[in-house]
């Protein structure tokens, strides 16, 4: 097929990586196929409210290193449930007609959905009303089952590892508990492997629930050695006798629901049931900012650049994916609504519990 225009969007929470991803479809698009790349702006927002801009070769010069989007993305523009008006006077609608116009209008051979589980779900169903669209799975929680790892996780990995290293040397300084909340919604990726990396001694994690009783008295028998703990938590962690911890709801999000707060509700009982100091931060979105690491930019690139081939031979309804080390394409009715969760039995969990660290179980 010749591919004269291609759309690209990025969807749903940024991750560093974006822009890789951006430019190894852009750079070989312009260079090998002289076609016309038309950036969407905002993610499914831009396609819904037709905002785009054609993009130049300077726009993607220099970009591998940058994190976020130079497209802009949201969380909150699903065209089949798309939130119009503010709060008190919300209305969701069904704008999907209004994507496949601007589809239509901007004259797309191929639309490049960069995005988690939700674009992606989104992607199938717009490619089920005729539009040819790839997608591309990025998310720092690593929590798709269709790749064996998105880009974004590594990079967000290394920044909690090297908080949690920071705060140990203030933790040992003080005779301190601190508890350090990472990201992760469903899946606890990025605390167990940040955590494992880190040293932290105790982990948690939504896959599995823990006891009060086990943090208590892990906190209580290093104190007795030595004399400080980090306890590495995801926002997504639940105790067995209770659930997660929600910030808000808010219907204009894709995935309405935001986590927040376990790990202030963590320190708080572990100084109340063991008089333990103890100090709690929230690493939040410090880990989707930044540069990429060399991996995520390696990945990004080769994920790009597979899309792209799968466009020029007409493979379209597909997802970008690792498997075993090589990048290909599955079908996206496959790929989408399917977590990758750790499984309690992994590798990694069990080398973790081999050095000592509770896992709160
Ligand atoms: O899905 C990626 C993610 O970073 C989650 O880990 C986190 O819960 C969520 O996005 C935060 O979303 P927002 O940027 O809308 O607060």
Redesign the pocket.
Known sequence: MRLQRIGILTGG?DCPGLNAVLRSIAKPAMAHFNATVVGILDGYEGMVEGRARELTPIDVLGIINQGGTILGTS?KGDPFHFPMGERNNLRIVDSSDQVLDTYRNLKLDVLFTIG?DGTQIIAHKLSATGMNVIGIPK???NDLEATDITFGHDSARAVATEAIDRLQTTASAHHRVMVIET???YAGWIALGAGVAGGADIILIPEIPFTWDSVFNAVLKRSKGARFSIVCVA?GAKPKDGDISVREVDKK?TDPV??GGMGELIAKRIEDETGLETRVTVLG?VQ?GGSPTAYDRLLATRFGAVALQAASQSQFGVMASLQKNEVVTVPLKDAIGRQRLVPPNSQLVFAARAVGTCLGD
């Open positions: 929470g969380n988690g998310t720092i929680d990201m992760g919604r926002e999000r935001r986590l979105h989707r």
